[in-house]
């Protein structure tokens, strides 16, 4: 799980303006507003940056509130299924394989194959099931950096806060803007 975020089309950030994500066109700058920002960073939001980068199939919105100090900085990002392409991987599809992938099973019971892994594989930390926010919650990440992915219906959430060293600190700053923003999302159905 080491690569995960860099390898999901979360992770990419090349810009498309042809996608435009979300049940009834919900874009992600939309469901957070400088209030939310600056009560969670501290610091007034001197610019919202969009953008859509390529999803994968989904339609994909992103948005950067841009702090006074920008270091600061939160991004969100907002993953719909693409009603035009209905063949194509949903964010609920994407959440199944990243969060719930299919173990094979392992001979011997699984506790051997689990001691053979590399030694660098067992120490990354995977995604870390967080309670109480949308349908399901994961923090994914290290002792450097980090985003909170949140499910909701057919949509996911990815947030990130910059200028906050300490992992529980992001962690909690993350929540609460995951839980401000779930308010703006129209009701999806489970």
Not at 151 to 161: A, H, K, T
Not at 168 to 182: G, P, Q
Request: charged fraction near 25%; charge should be positive; glycine fraction near 10%.
């Amino acid at each position: 799980m080491a690569g995960w975020a860099a390898n999901s089309p979360a992770g990419k950030t090349k810009a498309d303006k042809s996608s435009v994500p979300g049940k009834n066109n919900v874009q992600a700058c939309a469901l957070l507003n400088s209030t939310d920002v600056q009560g969670v960073q501290g610091e007034p939001v001197k610019e919202i940056k969009p953008s859509s980068p390529p999803g994968g199939g989904m339609l994909l919105s992103q948005c950067l509130f841009r702090t006074s100090n920008s270091v600061k900085s939160v991004t969100l990002l907002l993953a719909a299924p693409d009603p035009a392409n209905t063949a194509a991987l949903t964010p609920r599809k994407f959440w199944q394989r990243q969060f719930h992938p299919e173990q094979p099973k392992q001979p011997g019971g699984g506790e051997e194959a689990k001691k053979s892994e590399p030694e660098e594989e067992q120490e990354t930390p995977g995604p870390r099931a967080i309670s109480g926010i949308g349908e399901e919650a994961y923090w994914v990440g290290d002792p450097r950096t980090g985003a909170l992915y949140v499910l909701d219906g057919e949509l996911y959430l990815r947030f990130s806060v910059g200028g906050v060293r300490e992992e529980s600190a992001r962690l909690e700053k993350t929540k609460a803007l995951a839980r401000a923003a779930l308010k703006h999302l129209p009701l999806q159905k489970h």
